[in-house]
């Protein structure tokens, strides 16, 4: 009897794990298909755009070579150096400005603290981009519109100056971290700025990884203030606009293809870059939910 | 507990408000307020009274030369038109620069931010001032100015921290927005472009004509409207229901191979979402791949295509699973850590009691986690109201419509925004436009996020 009973459990189980088994695949199948859609007609030889089937007749690795030759209006790698440039300048002084705000806010007792936690809050509630005519008109006044690189020292402005209003995540971490070893360190004479250096930034280093990565992502992503700011000026593109000028009515016939390969040139560095840091990706957010 | 533990490390450090210090000061306290840093210069602290000096004496000449006309000009918005004039000399019409209304705005408000941090300074010098005079009448040592320095490190520590990133929110956000606002209540739109043109402050008619029944944009903005609140709804729980699911589905204790699937649904988060965006419009395109594929089985015959994003009620559903194509592996990753947190034993006791799995999802496994990602799921909403970049490279906001005024029907709010600034330069609805999201997001999130734990108990964990 009993027997009989876990047999046909198993069985069960079995089944069930089965069907779990076979959904998964048609679903991360369904995941999966875009991608290598990007990938097949990066190596696609056709040139063109919409063909009547799938997989191309023939592979090549010209739309690559392509890419990083044409020296004419799309200059790909010059746009690659770019967004790193400003990734790399906007991503170090966003997170000094999201930790230092972060730690005052979490740890530091003043007057203004909630006022100002409330004001932070309230202007996070505005469409980022609905002030971006004025922001457009302040950057022209200060000068810097006139020079192809200086708008992209503007572009770096624009990206990391609003960044520490997104200090929650960060603040909601160094809320999880225990007073005590502040306290026994101001008995041993530190100061407070001994403190923040010494003691919570070398505690914060998930939180760290996570506010470098998110503000190192932006600038290869936003399209809409670089847009703004960039105007026509192709040369000092970045790689979002770029890429998406490839597939504007002008250029679609020829760089199609390219268009593919340069989204699966961007895409391995930052996957990389994302699978690498994962685990302190989660952990940082997680920090922030808890309670 | 924590409440109480708060209310006594928020007191103020040094107590002393403005009031106060200006009543209760003698005359040289009370004379810093017309001569900065007098109390300061007069009481040893040479420096720090130099530094008061020099800014009142910076802003009195940039309001000299500068601030009054600024603040007038705010006023009137600009009076002189630019003008054609022939110029008998040279044979030809030559332009006579005349006002700008956009910059007149702009400098007025810059003027109005710059009087305030003066204010600012001014109480600061008070303050000062009435803490240096009590120190003397108490026989206090005086700090020096390298005391000043030094304390910047710790007990002023947040004033050191906090001044770059204010600096840079105060002339980036705070700035810009108040610009921005202003423009509401002015007619700067497509026929009114300095500097060809001046505009001028019309209070709320803009207000008046986005409300006004049977109006273009009225007709505009209500569709819009509901179709946001309608896309955000579903955007918002479409992911966290079926990411929860699919997390759950991955670690349940017979799946195996966890670390393969995960790898599969991270992959998509990793790819640049403008990649993936750009490409599934591709995809969903009438000579696209998937009519392609449709057509290849048969399911569809060789004349015709499925309109995935040119029918706008089909557009609409397309839109909204590929968002969930987007989103479900986000949520997926970070609630695996919180969904191994509920307790065991709850699950347990549900087994005993006979509950299903669908059963058990419902009354444990979704009550437990909209508990603890209650502030997560408010940061989605509003993300999601906002959600420029799905709507603008998938359809761009297209099929358009001739009922509407400039906006197509998948426009959200802030993509019409984004064209009536950009494309048609009609500033003034574009920032009404602006005001509205606002005032949805700003009742919505305060009223919720107040009562979130985090918000309440932030020392909880300290």
């Known amino acids: 009897m009993k027997t009989k009973k876990n047999s046909s459990g198993s069985t069960k189980r079995f089944i069930t794990n089965s069907i779990v088994h076979i959904g998964l695949a048609i679903v991360g199948f369904i995941w999966i298909l875009p991608i290598a859609f990007v990938i097949l007609t990066s190596l696609r030889k056709e040139t063109g755009t919409y063909k009547s089937y799938i997989l191309p007749q023939a592979f090549t690795l010209h739309n690559y070579a392509n890419l990083f030759a044409d020296h004419g209006t799309l200059n790909f790698s010059r746009w690659f150096f770019n967004t790193l440039g400003v990734a790399i300048a906007s991503c170090l002084l966003s997170a000094f400005f999201v930790l230092c705000v972060a730690y005052v806010m979490s740890r530091l007792r003043f007057r203004m603290r909630k006022k100002l936690m409330n004001i932070a809050l309230i202007l996070g509630m505005f469409p980022s981009f609905m002030s971006m005519i004025a922001v457009y008109y302040i950057l022209k006044g200060l000068g810097f519109l006139e020079a192809g690189q200086l708008k992209l020292v503007a572009l770096v402005l624009v990206y990391s100056a609003g960044s520490s209003l997104g200090f929650y995540i960060a603040k909601g971490f160094f809320d999880t971290l225990p007073k005590t070893i502040d306290e026994a360190a101001y008995i041993d004479g530190a100061t407070k700025w001994d403190v923040f250096r010494r003691i919570t930034i070398p505690l914060s280093k998930p939180i760290i990884v996570n506010t470098l990565i998110t503000s190192f992502m932006g600038p290869w992503v936003d399209y809409i203030f670089a847009k703004v700011i960039l105007g026509q000026d192709r040369d000092y593109y970045t790689i979002a606009i770029g890429l998406w000028t490839m597939l504007q009515k002008e250029f679609i016939q020829y760089y199609y293809t390219t268009f593919f390969a340069g989204c699966v040139i961007i895409s391995i560095p930052i996957t990389i870059l994302f699978l690498f840091t994962q685990r302190f990706y989660v952990e940082g957010v997680s920090g922030a939910v808890k309670g | ?462």
């Open chain 2, 1 to 462: 507990m924590a409440g109480k533990k708060q209310k006594i490390s928020d007191k103020p450090v040094h107590g002393i408000g403005f009031g106060t210090a200006f009543k209760s000061g003698n005359a040289i306290t009370k004379l810093s307020a017309v001569v900065f840093g007098l109390g300061n210069i007069l009481h040893k602290q040479i420096i720090r009274g130099f530094i008061y000096l020099a800014l009142e004496v910076a802003y009195l000449y940039y309001m000299l030369s500068f601030g009054t006309k600024a603040i007038q000009n705010l006023i009137t918005l600009g009076t002189k038109t630019q003008e054609e004039v022939f110029n008998e000399a040279k044979q030809i019409y030559e332009y006579v620069v005349g006002d700008n209304s956009m910059l007149c705005l702009l400098y007025g408000v810059i003027t109005i931010f710059v009087t305030l941090l003066f204010i600012a300074i001014l109480t600061s010098s008070v303050k000062s001032a009435y803490e240096t005079q009590k120190r003397m009448e108490e026989g206090k040592p005086i700090p020096r100015f390298i005391d000043d320095l030094r304390s910047l490190g710790h007990e002023k520590l947040h004033n050191s921290l906090l001044l770059f990133p204010i600096v840079g929110v105060i002339c980036f956000t705070i700035i810009p927005l108040v610009f921005n606002i202003l423009i509401a209540f002015t007619n700067y739109d497509k026929d009114h472009q300095p500097p060809g043109n001046l505009f001028d402050w019309v209070g709320f008619d803009n207000f008046v004509a986005m409300f006004k029944t049977g109006g273009i944009l009225a007709k505009t903005f209500w569709p819009i409207f509901e179709w946001t609140i309608i896309w955000a709804i579903f955007a918002t729980f479409s992911c966290y229901i079926l990411g929860m699911l699919l997390a759950l589905v991955i670690n349940r204790e017979g799946t195996r191979y966890k670390g393969f699937w995960r790898f599969i649904f991270v992959l998509s988060i990793a790819v640049p979402q403008f990649v993936s965006l750009l490409t599934m419009s591709t995809i969903f395109n009438a000579s696209g791949p998937l009519n392609v594929i449709l057509k290849d089985m048969g399911i569809i015959s060789a004349g015709t295509t499925i309109p995935f994003l040119t029918n706008p009620t089909l557009a609409k559903v397309t839109i909204i699973l590929v968002n969930i194509w987007i989103g479900v592996p986000y949520t997926m990753l970070s609630t695996t850590g919180i969904l191994s947190n509920i307790p065991k034993d709850l699950y347990e006791a549900a087994k005993v009691d006979g509950a299903n799995a669908i059963v058990t999802f419902f009354k444990i496994t979704l009550p437990y986690m909209l508990f603890v990602t209650t502030p997560s799921l408010i940061t989605a909403f509003v993300g999601n109201i906002n959600n420029f970049n799905v709507i603008f490279l998938l359809t761009g906001g297209g099929p358009a419509s001739i009922e509407y005024y400039n906006a197509g029907k998948t426009d959200l709010l802030v993509t019409w925004l984004y064209k009536l600034t950009l494309t048609n330069k009609d500033y003034n609805i574009g920032a009404v436009i602006g005001i509205i999201i606002f005032v949805i997001l700003a009742t919505l999130s305060l009223l919720t996020y107040r009562h979130t734990g985090s918000y309440k108990d932030e020392e909880a964990f300290q």
